[in-house]
T-cell receptor
């Protein structure tokens, strides 16, 4: 089983739609969580950290359920510019420092 | 502007050659990382370093080497022992401590001639 699992998509949605991505992780020692966005042939960019209480940044809301080892990202009022691949990222601290594990990403295509 | 600079953007290697990818950051971050990304796969960690003159192997270190002589710089050498080097290579840096996100350079695409 992969350490971080995501539905690869693609999710094709109309502009203005609300879309939700899910992610599960297998290592209960994981301590911090992030969503990154990656455009085609570009580097990943941090979208938001994910906190236990849930957090919101504009149209984006992230939730964490530690008991179920589940992370979600909700995008409201989606824009054409939201089209990208969204990477779920899980961090745990090892003897050598922080170790990030990346999911393979969920592709979003927002259409007119 | 603070950031991470990777060079070159595109690199072509002949069979049997070693090549070195550059990564420089001016964010004053202690930790630096190298990943490779292949189509349809997540990023995989090659090497990482938390402090000058020290580094650790990641999940796929075979065929690669690194050095960390300066805080700002973490070059990656892809040796001839790496049998499948064609990939997108990404360098990242972060502050130390739990919960610190990593910030990425814009990557180097390596191809075999």
């Amino acid at each position: 089983r992969k350490e971080v699992e995501q539905d690869p998509g693609p999710f094709n949605v109309p502009e203005g739609a609300t879309v939700a991505f899910n992610c599960t992780y297998s290592n209960s020692a994981s301590q911090s969580f992030f969503w990154y966005r990656q455009d085609c042939r570009k580097e990943p960019k941090l979208l938001m950290s994910v906190y236990s209480s849930g957090n919101e940044d504009g149209r984006f809301t992230a939730q964490l359920n530690r008991a179920s080892q589940y992370i979600s990202l909700l995008i409201r009022d989606s824009k054409l510019s939201d089209s990208a691949t969204y990477l779920c990222v899980v961090n745990r601290v090892t003897g050598g420092g922080n170790k990030l594990t990346f999911g393979t990403g969920t592709q979003l295509k927002v259409e007119l | 502007d603070g950031g991470i600079t990777q060079s070159p953007k595109y690199l072509f290697r002949k069979e049997g050659q070693n090549v070195t990818l550059s990564c420089e950051q001016n964010l004053n971050h202690d930790a630096m990382y190298w990943y490779r990304q292949d189509p349809g796969q997540g990023l995989r960690l090659i090497y990482y370093s938390q402090i000058v003159n020290d580094f650790q192997k990641g999940d796929i270190a075979e065929g690669y080497s690194v050095s960390r002589e300066k805080k700002e710089s973490f070059p990656l050498t892809v040796t001839s022992a790496q049998k499948n080097p064609t990939a997108f290579y990404l360098c990242a840096s972060s502050r130390l401590g739990q919960g610190q996100p990593q910030h990425f350079g814009d990557g180097t695409r390596l191809s075999i001639l």
